[in-house]
């Protein structure tokens, strides 16, 4: 654990420097146990670090320090839960704006692209970037794409896309570089949901094909 | 009802309050006002809480018809502030009353102007806020002509003024107090060098987001970083070299570089500045910037006595 000053009211601990399904555990574990304290007045999470903001008029810099370091002594031994979410994707042509051009760079069929997508199993490393907005990884390498050269204007809302070795879903319409293969049916952000994402940190996700009746019926739009 | 009623929303005026401070493992952005300080001092001439909502008006260009009766005043940018076609002074309290008319030049120093009335607009909050997130939709969007902004009527027997002494002023170049944060040790010497020696000038991508600045590019040893929580005021060093500064508004988090996080009460004095502005940063250390924001908050988030 390394600590390191953020801004004025704010620090950030590192757990390693290398992006691992083991050092991401031990982020959520740390923002699990620290988000049950009241003390702290924002914490972010993200795949090797810990950003916490204090109330700089009560703590100096050096006791919140300590104060962290005594309250995640413990936090090693507990093994906390975590989610295994399933998740519906339709992955027509219409909405998987890239399949065929990742399968031409690729040399693969779009079949391959879209079974090679749904046979892993996703660990969500963060949520940010845009509200609801999941980070997961790793995908295939043989499906790994960098983002688009010219991002898009406009991508729809729930478009599942791939940049690098990673995956996510776009929260709402937006602009943006990832590239696209199908489109969920599913909100992402919500005030329905506990913390108003449908992900959480440390989630264990797997994408459902589903066909496009499934996916207009769920709500889907094309 | 009591309100404004929209005859101009100017170029882009948007409530805020104090932001939403909690939700970022959400991705939710904090928002809230850019400029605390003008905002603060117009809180204390309304005997508002520090807190209360307020509109943050970008530039000006806002005319307003009074419904009912009302205590406001206008805070921040120096700009022209008519009521009724006669001229009336920021930093001052007025009443107004059924069917006048207010009106917000265009500023002529510093970038936001802020009009507040007593006990605040009555507006739905959202996430615990009625701050406008313009990038994510949350909180409502920039008012526009047709709109009705709604308060409790209200009305004062005495008028309460900010001496001019005391009211912000926008010199420039603006220096930014910086305290070292992040990534400082990925950035040479010679880099630093660069950076704290050197004047740089606010570019037209400046927003409620941040302000991408121009002048002596700078360059970690590195490029990319893993993606990591932003702090407010974080100073972001992209491939291009040129620093942006990360607002209210900002990202929950980010991948780029960082030199370094410029003080919370120093960002107030950068949002209120325009393309061209000159901006010079200079480093300090940490209790001491802590007891500057320290001195902020104690002043401002006193409680009114009423």
């Known amino acids: 654990m390394r600590f390191e000053v953020a801004s004025v009211d704010s620090l950030i601990i590192y757990f390693g420097d290398k992006i691992s399904q083991d050092i991401a555990k031990e982020v959520r574990g740390a923002f699990f146990a620290l988000k049950a304290k009241s003390f702290f007045l924002e914490l972010i999470p993200s795949y090797t ?30 093994e906390i839960e975590s989610r295994e979410v399933k998740l519906p994707v339709y992955y027509g042509l219409e909405v998987g ?8 760079i690729k040399g693969l069929s779009v079949e391959e692209i879209v079974s090679l997508h749904v046979k892993k199993e996703y660990f969500v490393y963060a949520i940010g970037f845009a509200p609801g907005f999941a980070y997961m990884g790793e995908v295939d390498s043989k499906i790994a794409t960098p983002r688009l050269a010219n991002p898009r204007a406009k991508i729809p809302k729930g478009s599942v896309g791939i940049a690098d070795a990673q995956t996510a879903i776009y929260p709402k319409e937006s602009p943006g570089g ?16 506990e913390d108003f994402s449908y992900f959480k940190v440390g989630d264990r996700v797997k994408f459902e094909p589903i066909s496009k009746e499934s996916f207009i019926e769920l709500g889907g739009k094309i | 009802m009591s309100g404004f009623e929209v005859l101009n929303g100017g170029v882009l005026s948007t409530i805020q309050d104090l932001g939403r401070v909690g939700l970022a493992h959400s991705g939710i952005s904090e928002a809230g006002v850019l400029d ?10 309304l005997e508002n809480d520090f807190g209360a909502n307020a509109l943050e008006i970008a530039f000006g260009g806002l005319k307003l018809r009074v419904k009912g009766e009302v205590v406001f005043a206008l805070s921040g940018a120096t700009v022209e502030i008519k009521l009724n076609n006669k001229p009336i002074k920021m930093y001052k309290t007025y009443n107004a009353k059924d069917g006048d008319v207010l009106e917000v030049g265009f500023v002529t120093s510093g970038a936001r102007v802020y009009l507040g009335v007593k006990g605040g607009f009555e507006v739905e909050q959202e996430f615990g806020s009625s701050s406008v997130s313009l990038k994510e939709g949350i909180g409502g969007r920039a008012i526009k002509r047709g709109d009705f902004l709604e308060f409790k009527p209200s009305r004062s027997s005495y008028s ?3 001496k001019k002494e005391f009211q912000p002023k926008f010199e420039t170049p603006i220096e930014l107090r910086v305290v070292k944060a992040y990534q400082w040790d990925m950035f040479e010497d010679s880099q630093k060098e660069k950076f704290f020696n050197n004047t740089y000038e606010v570019t037209n991508q400046n927003d409620r987001m941040g302000y991408r600045l121009k002048g002596e590019k700078v360059f970690p040893l590195s490029g990319g970083i893993i993606s990591e929580g932003i702090a407010y005021g974080a100073i972001q060093i992209p491939p291009h070299g040129e620093p942006i500064i990360l607002l209210k508004e900002r990202q929950t988090i980010g991948g780029y570089a960082k030199i370094g996080s410029v003080i919370r009460v120093d960002c107030f004095k950068l949002a209120q500045a325009k393309q061209g502005d000159k901006v010079k940063f200079r480093l300090v250390e940490l209790a001491e910037a802590q007891k500057s924001c320290k001195k902020f908050n104690n002043f401002f988030s006193q409680k009114v006595i009423r």
């Open chain 1, 49 to 78: 670090s810990l950003l916490v903001k204090y109330d700089f008029v009560k703590y100096s810099y050096d006791d919140m320090v300590e104060l962290i370091q005594k309250e995640l002594e413990c936090v090693n031994e507990v």
């Open chain 1, 97 to 104: 704006l890239d399949l065929k051009s990742m399968a031409e």
């Open chain 1, 178 to 193: 990832w590239n696209i293969i199908g489109r969920t049916p599913i909100e992402m952000f919500s005030k329905d949901y």
């Open chain 2, 36 to 45: 605390e300080l003008s905002y603060g001092y117009l809180c204390k001439l």
């Open chain 2, 160 to 162: 309460c003024y900010l």
